[in-house]
């Protein structure tokens, strides 16, 4: 019973959560009320109350949640033992597949973190720096084997990749005319042809698809 009874309560809990960035994204942070948030996940105040404080509490779960899933992803993709253009274009997959299948949340991520507290904010920073360690990274592996240009400035280079991706969640809709993997096969495209050195390219060292 104490397990039907926990199970019972991550569900709830996660009902509100999923209302609060539904919400988040569709009004902002400060246009949302509490009370809100409890219409939309279906439990009464109480229960509203029990499982969160405030919605400031859950703005930074959502954050916090959010920045572990994505940071595991990059992990693994960073811990294979896959050329780093593979690797490369498997970070820009993750987080485009991130903006499908979570884009509540990852809008509120992008666009909300102001409204965090200090604490939290200072959290989700020193996530964010993991994660563009990770791009770094295999930026610098590339540079390092040879297959990628080695005028390549890593810095800006992730700031190009990243941006070109984080600013997805403004424009993507699950029923626009490509599908995430259509904009992710090409995003990836993109920053091959950005980053393979043109040696590498000739000798066929640069090619990151997958063949069949």
Do not use: C
């Not at 988040?24 to 509203?48: K, P």
């Not at 992008?110 to 993991?130: G, P, Q, T």
């Not at 791009?135 to 540079?143: A, N």
């Amino acid at each position: 019973m104490a397990r039907d009874q926990a199970i019972d309560r991550n569900h709830v809990k996660q009902r509100i959560l999923r209302a609060a960035a539904e919400l988040f994204m569709e009004r902002g942070f400060a246009g949302t009320t509490v009370r809100e948030i409890g219409d939309r996940a279906e439990v009464g105040q109480s229960s509203l109350y029990h499982h969160a404080r405030s919605k400031g509490q859950l703005l930074a779960e959502m954050h916090a949640t959010h920045a572990r899933e994505v940071l595991a992803l990059l992990e693994e993709v960073v811990k294979s033992q896959q050329a780093p253009i593979v690797q490369l274009r498997g970070v820009i997959a993750a987080l485009l597949a991130m903006v499908h299948t979570h884009r509540a949340v990852v809008t509120v991520y992008l666009r909300e973190s102001h409204a965090l507290s200090d604490e939290a904010r200072k959290e989700v920073k020193r996530e964010r720096i993991k994660v563009d360690s990770i791009v770094d990274l295999i930026l610098k592996r590339g540079l390092k084997s040879g297959e990628f240009r080695p005028d390549l400035d890593v810095h800006l280079t992730r700031l190009a990749i990243l941006g070109m991706i984080n600013w997805a969640y403004q424009w993507y809709r699950p029923n626009g005319p490509q599908t995430i993997a259509e904009i992710s096969e090409y995003f990836a495209d993109l920053a091959e042809a950005a980053v393979v050195g043109e040696r590498s390219r000739k000798s066929g060292r640069g090619g990151g698809r997958a063949r069949g």
